[in-house]
């Protein structure tokens, strides 16, 4: 269980990192990843989806365009301005819509789960940091949820998320 839980949270911390990578990207005309690596991304993505809505494949293609997300955030390679819109979009599109990074209730469905699951796994390390009076983490872990996208909300039965994107 465990280690699944820890996979999910690092995954997700990859695929936010990624995300937030594509907003700091400075874009160059005539770089050499184009916005064929992006449209080729998506086409193998939405195939994935056709395939029983195989997420974990899916998955796989976006930390495999994380690889190079990070080149060129390390600006060992560089990227077209379409390339990059559309490397965005991509991005936004399959993290927030398809895998459900949006969900807002841990849903049925298993890709909402695995993110769920994370979100659950750090809310419940803020409850203890919040039991031992330790505001510090409780509150750096909800400020850089915050930063992340998500607003977690205390209620009387515990903490809510929900993506604010």
Known sequence: GNEALIASKKGLDRLMDAVQQLERIEPQTGGNVDKSFADELETKCYAAMDDDL??????????????TINTVADKKETITPEGLEALKRVFHTFCFEILGLSAEESGNA????????????????????????????SDQIRDRLAELGFAVKDTKDGATWKLDK
């Not at 298993?110 to 983490?137: P, S």
């Open 54 to 67: 195989n997420s974990p494949i899916v998955i796989s293609y976006l930390f495999d365009a994380c690889r």
């Open 110 to 137: 298993e890709r909402e789960e695995a993110f769920a699951g994370a979100m659950d796994l750090l809310l419940d390390v803020r409850a203890k940091a919040k039991a031992n009076k330790d505001w510090a983490t």
